[in-house]
C-alpha cells in the first residue's frame, strides 16, 4: 500500500500543502486519500476549512504507515547496496546538553568503524525529540528525561545525577560531595524554566525551601561554561554533558540531595520499527558508550 499521499497530508496540513509537497494537483491528491480511505472502510481525515485533521482511525493508521515508509526506505537502501547515499544517513536528535561534548564522540568512534556514515544531527528539546521520534522523522533519540515517555521505544536508560559545575580554581571546587546549601553562598547560572534540569532543581529548593542568587539564565551549554569559567557562578550538570574531568578548565561535584538523581538519559527510537543493521549497529555503539561514561 503506497502510504505517501496519506503522509504528505499529515505532514503538509492540506491537499493544497501536500500537493505543493509532491508536484502535484490537490485533486489528485484527494482521490489517493480517498482511495485510500476506500480501501481501508474509515475515514481517515475530517475535511476542515483550514486544513486536514486526522481522526482517531487516521492516528492509528499513521503510525504503521510512517514505519512501513521507513522499513521500506531501508530495504531499498540494502538492494541499491553500499554506493547508495542513503544507506548509510543516520538522523538523530538530541537535547543540548548530550551534543555539546558526549554525542560528538560517540559519532567519531562510530566513524571510525563505519567510515562511510553520514549524520544529521538536530539539537532541539526533549519534548521534540520525542515528538520527532514518534512520528518517525528521525532514527534515534538521545535525551534527558526526569519521567516515563509514551509513543516510542527506550532503546536505553542510565541514571544521570545533576551535578555542581564550577572552575577548577573555584573555593568548591576541592569538595567530595556538596550540599545546595553550600551553593547558596555562591551566584548560580541555569538553564531556561521547562528543562529537565531546571525542573529537578526548582522541586528541590521549593520542598528544601532554598532560594539562590541567579545571575544568569541560558538554554545554551557553550554560553553558561564560559560565564562559569571566567567568575565564581556556580551551573549545574550530568556528568556526561558537564565534562568536568578538567577540561576546559571545569570541575563538577557531586550533590548530596538524592532527588537530584531522579534523571535519567534515554535512547530513543520508533515503536516496533525493524531496525537496519547499519542503524542497530549505531545504537549499540551509543550504548556501550554510555556504559562507559555512566
Not at 3 to 8: N, S
Not at 15 to 24: F, Q, S, T, V
Not at 132 to 146: H, K, M, N, P, Q
Not at 236 to 260: C, H, K, T, Y
Request: proline content about 5%; charged content about 20%.
Amino acid at each position: 500500500m503506497d502510504y505517501r499521499y496519506f503522509l504528505a497530508v499529515i505532514d503538509a496540513g492540506s491537499l493544497a500543502a501536500a500537493g505543493e509537497r509532491l508536484h502535484i494537483a490537490p485533486s489528485a491528491v484527494s482521490r489517493q486519500i480517498a482511495l485510500l480511505e476506500e480501501s481501508v472502510g474509515v475515514a481517515l481525515f475530517e475535511r476542515r476549512p483550514r486544513g486536514m485533521q486526522l481522526t482517531a482511525a487516521g492516528e492509528a493508521l499513521a503510525e504503521h504507515a510512517r514505519r512501513t515508509w521507513l522499513e521500506q526506505e531501508n530495504i531499498l537502501a540494502e538492494l541499491r547496496g553500499e554506493g547508495y547515499p542513503g544507506a548509510k544517513v543516520i538522523r538523530l536528535v538530541s537535547t543540548e546538553g548530550l551534543s555539546r561534548y558526549f554525542l560528538p564522540r560517540v559519532l567519531l568512534e562510530h566513524y571510525r568503524l563505519r567510515p562511510g556514515a553520514e549524520y544529521r544531527l538536530d539539537v532541539i528539546s526533549p519534548h521534540e525529540c520525542v515528538q520527532r521520534i514518534r512520528r518517525g522523522e528521525a532514527d534515534v533519540g538521545l535525551t534527558f528525561s526526569t519521567e516515563p515517555v509514551e509513543g516510542v521505544n527506550v532503546c536505553y536508560s542510565i541514571r544521570s545525577p545533576i551535578r555542581a559545575l564550577m572552575r577548577a580554581g573555584h573555593p568548591l571546587a576541592s569538595a567530595g560531595v556538596l550540599s545546595l546549601e553550600q551553593v547558596q553562598a555562591f551566584p548560580v547560572a541555569l538553564t531556561p524554566k521547562g528543562t529537565t534540569q531546571r525542573q529537578l532543581l526548582d522541586l528541590v529548593c521549593q520542598m528544601d525551601g532554598l532560594s539562590f542568587d541567579q545571575v544568569m539564565t541560558c538554554n545554551f551549554s557553550g554560553a553558561l561554561h564560559e560565564f562559569v569559567r571566567q567568575s565564581d557562578t556556580v551551573a549545574f550538570a550530568s556528568a556526561i554533558s558537564g565534562e568536568g574531568q578538567g577540561m576546559d578548565g571545569l570541575v563538577s561535584v557531586p550533590l548530596s540531595n538524592p532527588r537530584l538523581g531522579d534523571r535519567d538519559i534515554q535512547v530513543l527510537t520508533m515503536p516496533k520499527r525493524v531496525l537496519p543493521e547499519s542503524l542497530a549497529f549505531f545504537i549499540d555503539t551509543l550504548i556501550a558508550r554510555l556504559q562507559k561514561e555512566g
